[in-house]
Nanobody, 122 residues
Framework: VQLQASGGGLVQAGGSLTLSCAAS????????MAWFRQAPGKEREFVAA????????YYADSMKGRFTISRDIAKRTVYLQMNSLTPEDTAVYYC????????????????WGQGTQVTVSS
């Protein structure tokens, strides 16, 4: 499956942004989808994941209540709605897919998109 992330940009602190990740190739509904991010000089970290059917979501503790992951199976797209952004949210955001990840919060996803830059100004 090929993944194309988009929607990044520059936003002021306290603002909101929605990222999209369009999937092509194999059946979108067969994959658990996730978002990760990587800030300069830091390791890539888990943000959120969503089950194949969209009924189950999982978030990193620091994103709970601010970020919402969702998916539209018909559009083959997964979204990340981000609210109350802070400069600490500045990073490249990556979407990932795996048919059966052993750890939804780990880096063990088979497929990765190219990333989209999110910059939050203070």
């Amino acid at each position: 499956v090929q993944l194309q992330a988009s929607g990044g940009g520059l936003v002021q602190a306290g603002g909101s942004l929605t990222l999209s990740c369009a999937a092509s190739g194999r059946t979108f509904g067969n994959y658990v989808m996730a978002w990760f991010r990587q800030a300069p000089g830091k390791e890539r970290e888990f943000v959120a994941a969503i089950s194949r059917g969209g009924g189950t979501t999982y978030y990193a503790d620091s994103m709970k209540g601010r970020f919402t992951i969702s998916r539209d199976i018909a559009k083959r797209t997964v979204y990340l709605q981000m609210n109350s952004l802070t400069p600490e949210d500045t990073a490249v955001y990556y979407c990932a897919a795996d048919s059966s990840p052993t750890d939804w919060g780990g880096l063990n996803y088979d497929y990765w998109g190219q990333g989209t830059q999110v910059t939050v100004s203070s």
